[in-house]
């Protein structure tokens, strides 16, 4: 019996045999869980794909979750955006696996002027080979989201000073021009040696053609509010070409007066989302004109007046410019600084007190505080208030107080919203610079 069990244990024939049958089911098991991990990674993929298809494409620019958005007027889940992604998601993976088990969950939302789609997906893979280890599914799943960041959506008001110290030539070499000609010519303009260009139109309308204004004109002479007309029609266009949808960015302009005797807020453009109907009307902004010289005593540049108006043209309460429902509202305030107006009551500046009604003097900041208080923002660009060292009333009256016009210019500004041109630099090219950093700060949101 010992022998026969013996010889047995010593004959190797058949172990070979033994050894693969024994093996081969983790063999069988090994190979079936690479090729069935090689399947799920690779549906893993394709459900990857979809997922990132379907949250981008719900919200494209173009997209009806990226309208409903901007109709929104705050913030919430978009159901439409949602159906979208699901479709989308469902179109890609549509004759790849047609019966796989396959959980899908999709969300749109909007917070804050960004909205984001979230898909998550869970699908069951069925195995092959790894059946014969007992395992029969292989399940795979993940999450994928999208962000797409809402234009900012504006209301402009543009508030450009356009009274007669506006008529001052435009650069030194100007004002050297316009002094020598007042200075040799024979215009009705008063004074000689003489930098403002006076626009005179009697109170029957009649222009009078010798009046400093036509002087300038007639010897290419630029005065100041012909470049700041200019410029806030190229304004225009630059903001088409920056906006990312259409009526993302509203107009409206405003003068001081188009004549001294009914001085007041002068609504040059109805606010609109036509800029090129507000660049061709603000293009024909001109100076005020005054009936005779001295008029009132000059008294036509009153910034509280003027600040206390158009905050009454700034209709609804500003928003956070997160959808058109949604606008932020923004002064943008183009003037050289100094007021000249009756103000019984009292003036800002003691330097700027010329009688006692009459104040020639820096802003009055507490007017722009007003409507900030009522989170309107306000954009200032500040073209220098020319020094003028041959011009009497410059000496007398401005210089006291010359070197406080920007700071306080600068104070009615809100933060980040200042511009200061000199008559070197360009109206237009810094008018613009303003423009983009308005459109380009990130939006606040509480």
Known sequence: MLVQLSRMLSDTRGNFGIITALLMVPLVGAAGLALDISHALFMRTQLYNAADAAAVGAITP??????????????GTIDIGAED?????????????????LEVEVSVTKENGTIESRVTFNATVPTTLMKVLGRNTVTVGGTV???YQMPAFIDFYMLLDNTPSM????????????EYVTRHGNASGGDKNCAFACHIVSEAGIE?????YNVAKNNGITIRIDVVAQATAALMATAEKTQTVKGQFRVAAYTFGKTAQDASLYKVAELSESLSTVASATDKIKLMSIPYQNYDNDQQTSFDDALTRIEK????????????????????????GVGDSRKPSGCTS?????????????IDTKYCTKLKERNIRIAVLYT???????????????????????AKMHECASPGYYFEVSPEEGIGQAMNALFKKIVSTPRLTS
Not at 62 to 75: E, F, I, L
Not at 167 to 178: N, R, S, W
Not at 350 to 362: L, S, W
């Open 313 to 336: 043209e700034v209709k609804g309460v500003p928003g956070s410019g997160s959808s058109a429902a949604d606008r932020q509202k923004i002064v943008f305030f183009v003037a050289d």
């Open 62 to 75: 173009n997209s009806m979750a990226v309208t409903k958005a901007m109709q929104m007027p705050g913030n």
């Open 350 to 362: 003691p330097k700027g007190k010329v009688d006692a009604n009459r104040c020639i003097e820096p």
């Open 167 to 178: 008529g001052v030539a435009a650069t030194p070499g100007d004002v050297e021009k316009m």
């Open 85 to 101: 992604a699901r479709k989308l998601f469902l179109q890609q993976m549509s004759g790849k696996d047609a019966d796989l088990p």
């Open 384 to 406: 220098t208030y020319l020094p003028l060292p041959k011009n009497d009333f410059w000496n007398k009256w401005v210089k006291p107080f010359d070197t406080s016009i920007g």
């Open 208 to 212: 009078d053609k010798s009046s400093y």
């Open 145 to 147: 989201s999208a962000r």
